[in-house]
């Protein structure tokens, strides 16, 4: 099993910066793709950036492309999310995923493991 144990959410004003960070433990072998997603209440979990945990290909969502980094510190089994350029429409809940079983990196079913999640507020 994998506990994925997220931080750094808080409240910002549009143009500000926040990094969240997913901190792994358990059964790290077995992660492959490590995952934010993003979810607004009432409205379907979205997936905003993803990382393959031992090779460090990244993708994201067109919708924060040049503005969200994921990295990730192997050493710390840690993910982080530097978020830049921050606007009202990132206001979301942030859950980090980890184990992708099958489908695409943003795929919600694919993922055996997710975090309690933390709260991202952008105010204009």
């Known amino acids: 099993q994998v506990q994925l144990v997220e931080s750094g959410g808080g409240s910002v004003q549009a143009g500000g910066s926040l990094r969240l960070s997913c901190a792994a433990s358990g059964n790290i072998r077995s992660m492959n793709w490590v995952t934010w997603f993003r979810q607004v209440s009432g409205k379907e979990r979205q997936g905003v950036a993803g990382v393959y945990f031992l090779g460090g290909i990244t993708d994201y969502a067109d919708s924060v492309k040049g503005r969200f980094t994921i990295s990730r510190d192997n050493a710390e089994n840690t993910v982080y999310l530097q978020m830049n350029s921050l606007q009202p429409e990132d206001t979301a809940m942030y859950y980090c995923?980890?184990?992708?079983?099958?489908?695409?990196?943003?795929?919600?079913?694919?993922?055996?493991?997710w975090g309690q999640g933390t709260q991202v507020t952008v105010s204009s």
């Open positions: 995923a980890a184990v992708l079983a099958g489908g695409r990196w943003s795929s919600i079913e694919g993922y055996r493991y």
